[in-house]
């Protein structure tokens, strides 16, 4: 159990998000209490909110990308794996998508045989 500052009641430790730099490993204030204090500060600073998302996310895209590159023939085996034992799965969601959009795909694949036709003819 620990007190939350904020709203004066004592709750698990489940309910406190994690802090390695805390003596305990957790933040003073609980999940409620920290994500009301992240909202209104997130509110009275919109620029440096939408700031800091964009560096964020640029960092985090670089680490993905980097971490697949390090990682890709595992991604490989995994994702075979998955397609393998999924194969029923995948197929019914096929089916059910081409059905709900069958006259969108034939014309996009319309357009797409015209292109190559258009391409192969001689000059």
């Avoid at 490993?25 to 909202?39: A, I, L, P, Q, S």
């Avoid at 985090?60 to 595992?74: A, G, I, M, N, P």
Wanted: with cysteine; proline share 3%.
């Amino acid at each position: 159990m620990k007190h939350c500052p904020n709203c004066g009641k004592d709750k698990p430790l489940t309910d406190f998000y994690q802090n390695k730099s805390k003596r305990d490993g957790h933040c003073c204030y609980c999940k409620v209490c920290m994500d009301k204090k992240v909202t209104a500060w997130q509110r009275r600073n919109p620029e440096k909110f939408r700031e800091q998302q964009k560096r964020n996310r640029s960092r985090r895209t670089k680490q993905l990308h980097d971490y697949y590159h390090t990682h890709r023939e595992e991604f490989k085996t995994w994702k075979r794996a998955w397609r393998a034992k999924h194969l029923a799965k995948i197929r019914a969601y096929q089916r059910k998508y081409y059905r709900a959009n069958r006259a969108h795909i034939l014309e996009l694949r319309a357009k797409y045989r015209q292109k190559r036709r258009d391409e192969r003819k001689p000059k």
